[in-house]
Structures are given as C-alpha cells and as structure tokens.
C-alpha cells in the first residue's frame, strides 16, 4: 500500500517562510507526476504547483516567484519552499503523487497539512 505524509506545516506570520515535505512509502515502482493542491475553508481545492518525472514545473499564477517546488527521485519525496507568504495563502495543503505499484490505483493523496498565515 503505497502512502504520501506530509509535513512541515504550521503558523506563521506573513513574509515568512515554510517548507512543506511529502514522502511516498510502500512498494513504488515508479513516480511520475508530484504535486502540492491546496484547499481553503470554502473554497474548492486547486493546484498550488506541480513537478513531472522530468523535472518541469508548473505554477499556480498566485504562487509565481514565491514558492518553489522541487523532488528527490532517490527519496520519493516533494518539496514545497514558500517564500512571502501572505494571509490568502492559508489553507490546508495536500500532495498529490502518480505512482506505478502493485495497486492499481495511480494517484494517490496525503493527508493534508494546515498553513495558516497571519497578517
């Protein structure tokens, strides 16, 4: 069973900066695409940033030029660097993996982490 954790939310005060983390477990054959969604109170849930096999990334208009999103091949693991947070940032974050396994369901979610920042 493969699984995504994340962590590395929390609070923080606008301007600041977190870094989310979200590591694939389980019998994994291979990853293709990993990305961050995000979902505020009342709000449908939508892309944050993504990244393919490949290395190509992908972002949100909201997020250019602040977060980053990067992944280690040899750890299953996405990251998510978020600089100059601001309020309209709060939400819960989820990671989103594509994953070959003896599943054969391919996309998988974490369980989602609370960012909340402060103004």
């Known amino acids: 069973q493969v699984q995504l954790v994340e962590s590395g939310g929390g609070l923080v005060q606008a301007g600041g900066s977190l870094r989310l983390s979200c590591a694939a477990s389980g019998i994994i054959f291979r990853i293709d695409g990993m990305g961050w969604y995000r979902q505020a109170p009342g709000k449908q849930r939508e892309l944050v940033a993504s990244i393919t096999s490949g290395a190509t990334t992908r972002y949100a208009d909201s997020v250019k030029g602040r977060f980053t999103i990067s992944r280690d091949n040899a750890k299953n693991t996405v990251y998510l660097q978020m600089n100059s947070l601001k309020p309209e940032d709060t939400a819960v974050y989820y990671c989103?993996?594509?994953?070959?396994?003896?599943?054969?369901?391919?996309?998988?979610w974490g369980q989602g982490t609370q960012v909340t920042v402060s103004s």
């Open positions: 989103h993996a594509q994953v070959y396994s003896r599943s054969p369901t391919y996309d998988y």
